[in-house]
């Protein structure tokens, strides 16, 4: 798995792009990179585009994972958009898990939205 996490100015946006076969340590790190460029850029909203990934190697130990570093940074996260963009169903799944897990834990103020083409994410997002 490889994934690019950059600040768009123009944009005042985070994007991140994942490519391959997804491999947990890899994707937290992604995860914590992401809160890295947040911490630098605190109004800037985030898409995650997943269109070139395959997470079928993820479990829902790892989504849960994922989810406990996002409510570790809730602070940091909040009140934030974050567009996710993908082509399967697989994708699509995995985030509503992520989604629901954080809800349940208490939540945080982001908002959340899936989309299937990018040109829609960043619209949103803007």
Same mark, same amino acid.
């Given at each position: *798995?490889? %994934? /690019?996490?950059? %600040?768009?100015?123009k @944009? @005042?946006?985070?994007?991140?792009?994942t490519?391959?076969?997804?491999?947990?340590?890899?994707?937290?790190k *992604?995860?914590? $990179?992401?809160?890295?460029?947040? &911490?630098?850029?605190?109004?800037a @909203?985030?898409?995650?585009?997943?269109? /070139?990934? /395959?997470?079928?190697p993820?479990?829902?130990?790892?989504?849960?994972? !994922?989810?406990?570093?996002?409510?570790?940074?809730?602070?940091?996260?909040n @009140?934030?958009?974050?567009?996710? !963009?993908?082509?399967?169903?697989?994708?699509?799944?995995?985030i509503?898990?992520?989604?629901? *897990?954080?809800?349940? $834990?208490?939540?945080?103020?982001?908002?959340?939205k899936?989309?299937? &083409?990018r040109?829609?994410a960043l &619209?949103?997002?803007?």
């Amino acid at each position: *798995m490889e %994934y /690019d996490c950059i %600040y768009n100015a123009k @944009n @005042n946006t985070i994007e991140t792009t994942t490519h391959g076969l997804a491999k947990a340590d890899v994707f937290i790190k *992604m995860v914590r $990179s992401i809160i890295e460029e947040c &911490k630098q850029h605190e109004i800037a @909203n985030l898409i995650v585009d997943h269109t /070139d990934l /395959d997470s079928s190697p993820l479990t829902i130990d790892n989504i849960e994972t !994922v989810k406990k570093i996002t409510i570790s940074f809730k602070s940091i996260l909040n @009140n934030r958009k974050i567009a996710f !963009v993908v082509s399967r169903d697989l994708e699509l799944g995995l985030i509503r898990a992520w989604e629901n *897990m954080i809800e349940w $834990s208490g939540g945080t103020a982001i908002e959340t939205k899936i989309f299937k &083409k990018r040109e829609d994410a960043l &619209k949103w997002v803007k």
